[in-house]
């Protein structure tokens, strides 16, 4: 079992930047994804960035140039750095782990782009 919790989400400007992390603890694989998801209200949850052992990333076309994912494993940590964020960005931010054949998800995190 694998237990993630987030933080970092907040109310920020148009144009302004956030940093979310991700703390993973409990039965930690060396092989691994992980990622960050949103849900705006009334739509789909869609993935923003997901990151994996090997360091390859993978963003969505939205967040290109903008979103950058990174990891710390000695901390067993993924980061979301946002910058020029905008307010379609809204969203709650989920932040999850693949390994083996189980998906684990964190609880969500606010982020609120408004001026």
């Known amino acids: 079992q694998v237990t993630l919790v987030e933080s970092g989400g907040g109310l920020v400007q148009p144009g302004g930047s956030l940093r979310l992390s991700c703390a993973a603890s409990?039965?930690?694989?060396?092989?691994?994804?992980m990622g960050w998801s949103r849900q705006a209200p009334g739509k789909q949850r869609e993935l923003v960035a997901r990151?994996?052992?090997?360091?390859?990333?993978n963003y969505a076309d939205s967040v290109k140039g903008r979103f950058t994912i990174s990891t710390d494993d000695a901390k067993n940590t993924v980061y979301l750095q946002m910058n020029s964020l905008k307010p379609e960005d809204t969203a709650v931010y989920y932040c999850?782990?693949?390994?083996?054949?189980?998906?684990?998800w964190g609880q969500g995190t606010q982020v609120t782009v408004s001026s």
């Open positions: 409990g039965s930690i694989f060396s092989i691994y994804a």
């Open positions: 990151i994996f052992n090997t360091g390859i990333t």
């Open positions: 999850h782990r693949d390994q083996g054949l189980s998906t684990y």
